[in-house]
């Protein structure tokens, strides 16, 4: 997102509240939006995002007498992008692009009867530029070509105040990306280009050796070892290979911080990205609960403010959730004692249980045959009132 000019504030620019992105360089690599997707811990922190939230399932509701109602969902929400693009694909576009530069824009090609959004085409954060005036959004720059608010569908994350755009986790965190892809490039460059020699051959007799000599005992050398041949040399020569395990282990240090690090920056648990932890081992009774505690403190906040931002496509009272509890996927034994749970205490009805089991509505045939193996459900003991005659309270 290209750095834009705040008018009504004489001297003072938006470089002063957003880093500079494209230009900016950490260490030896610039750092940019695609750049950053090399260092494998950005790649890791925006993909869990976005395939789990993408994959949640939206439904839109209404209430109906303090009831949440569920109700047909607008084509805006089912093929948001076209036929070419679903749901599924459309949010985890956006949620890339949210999670990487704070904005996530589209064209509106299309509305409904009601003058809602119909058709949003997606373009790259990347390719924005934004005109300001006195703190509102007066024009959008999409790849050259300017639009009209009323044609660009925005969302956003990460803001501040007087801001009209999210701010870049990528552009807060070059310094961490930057020393990361530097640490490869020199990497690479050291043992893949030759910056390190193979071996030392040195001369344990004489000090100081003439050129002509030391290069006639390297091509002798050379030519025996690459061929497989045996080298023979007296008692004054010794061969040494040079060894970067400490060089190397140095630079994996170095690496292995910065992928926790990132992992901050991205609001993503570095356990889930398989990030070292060094800091004692990280436990959970299930994977519920770590899923749980996942959903509450990292995804939480993003999927309300998804929640919001879609609910905007539709007209009000009708509101947008993202079902979380596909993430939350228990195992079957606790599955299984959850939904008995809520059976015993009525709060789920058998026909809702077996409707979450994909299992439609027990048959009469069904029933006739528990009643023949288990006998007739029980009638339940009354509760309240005066104890019966003779009974000793």
Known sequence: MSLFSRRGY????ADQLIPPRPEKRAGLTAVTADTALRHSAVWACLRLRSNLISTMPVDL????QGVQVEVPKPPVLVNPGGEQVDMQEWLYSTQFD????????????????????????????????IKVKDGRIEKYRICGTEYDPSEVWHEKQYTVAGLPVGLSPIAYAAWSIGEYLSIQDFALAWFGNGG?????????VVQTLEQAKADAVKRTFKAATQ???IFVSG??????????????????EAKNYGVGDIARFFDCPGDLIDAAVTTGNITYANITQRNLQFLIMHLGPAVARREN????????PRFVKLNTDALLRMDPATRAQTIKTQLDARILAPSEARELED??????????????????????????????TGATT
């Not at 004489?10 to 620019?13: A, E, F, H, L, R």
């Open 10 to 13: 004489p001297g003072q620019t």
């Open 61 to 64: 509701y209404r209430k109906v």
């Open 98 to 129: 949210l999670d990487r530069m704070g904005n996530a824009i589209g064209l509106i090609t299309a509305r409904d009867g009601m003058g809602f959004p119909a058709r949003i085409e997606l373009a790259s954060a990347s390719d924005l530029g």
């Open 196 to 204: 390190m020699p193979a071996a030392h051959l040195r001369n344990t």
């Open 227 to 229: 061929g497989g041949d």
């Open 235 to 252: 008692a004054d020569w010794e061969y040494k290979p040079i060894q970067a395990e400490q060089t190397g282990n140095a630079w994996i």
């Open 309 to 316: 931002a879609l609910s905007k496509l539709t007209s009000r």
């Open 359 to 388: 299992r439609p509505p027990f048959t009469e045939a069904q029933l006739a045959e528990f009643d023949r193996l288990y006998g007739p459900p029980k009638t339940p003991t009354p509760t309240g009132g005066s104890a019966p």
